[in-house]
């Protein structure tokens, strides 16, 4: 087997990996593995083949990391985000709330921690889930 063969099933082993984790990083990983491929198809020393690998599978996994912060957050954060957690919006009833804002619900058949995050005091009765972080459903005035 010649070194571009190998290079190339590097690249489909990294895409693969991709398809099962999800990860995007692992596709600029996978292009420097295709650049390998290519300065081998080119005749090029395996050390060059190496170097140029890295190069290219570096500078594109900078460029996404440089991307992604510059982006930001355009959606909502998953955790008050009503497309990915269908709990947002639900009413849940809070029959009595503790000094810090808290309290303990019934909710989907199961105890759940809540927390107040409305505007002004907590008070009993029915209230509108805003978020869930973790497993205490944050929740507003209905």
Same mark, same amino acid.
């Given at each position: 087997?010649?070194d571009?063969t =190998?290079?190339? /099933?590097?690249a489909g082993v990294? !895409?693969?990996? $991709? %398809?099962? =984790?999800?990860?995007?990083? %692992?596709?600029?990983l996978?292009? *420097?593995?295709? !650049?390998? #491929?290519?300065?081998a198809?080119?005749?090029?020393g395996? =050390?060059?083949?190496? !170097?140029? @690998?890295a190069? @290219?599978?570096?500078?594109? =996994?900078?460029?996404w990391?440089?991307?992604? +912060? ?8 998953i $955790?008050s985000?009503?497309?990915?957690? /269908?709990?947002?919006?639900e009413t849940?009833r809070?029959? #009595?709330?503790?000094g810090? *804002? ?6 989907? *058949? #199961?105890?759940w921690?809540?927390r ?5 005091e907590?008070a009993? *009765? %029915?209230h509108?889930?805003v978020? /869930? +972080?973790?497993?205490t ?6």
């Open positions: 087997m010649n571009a =190998t290079w190339w /099933l590097l990294l !895409v693969a990996a $991709e %398809l099962a =984790t999800g990860s995007f990083y %692992l596709l600029m996978a292009l *420097g593995a295709m !650049v390998g #491929a290519l300065s198809h080119l005749g090029l395996l =050390t060059w083949q190496i !170097v140029l @690998a190069i @290219a599978g570096s500078i594109g =996994t900078f460029a990391y440089r991307y992604r +912060r510059m982006k930001g957050n355009d959606s909502p954060a $955790e985000n009503r497309d990915v957690n /269908l709990d947002i919006g849940v809070v029959e #009595a709330w503790d810090a *804002g808290q309290a303990q619900v019934s909710y989907r *058949g #199961a105890h921690s809540a107040f995050t409305g505007a002004g907590p009993p *009765g %029915l509108r889930i978020a /869930l +972080r973790g497993n459903l944050e929740l507003d005035h209905n």
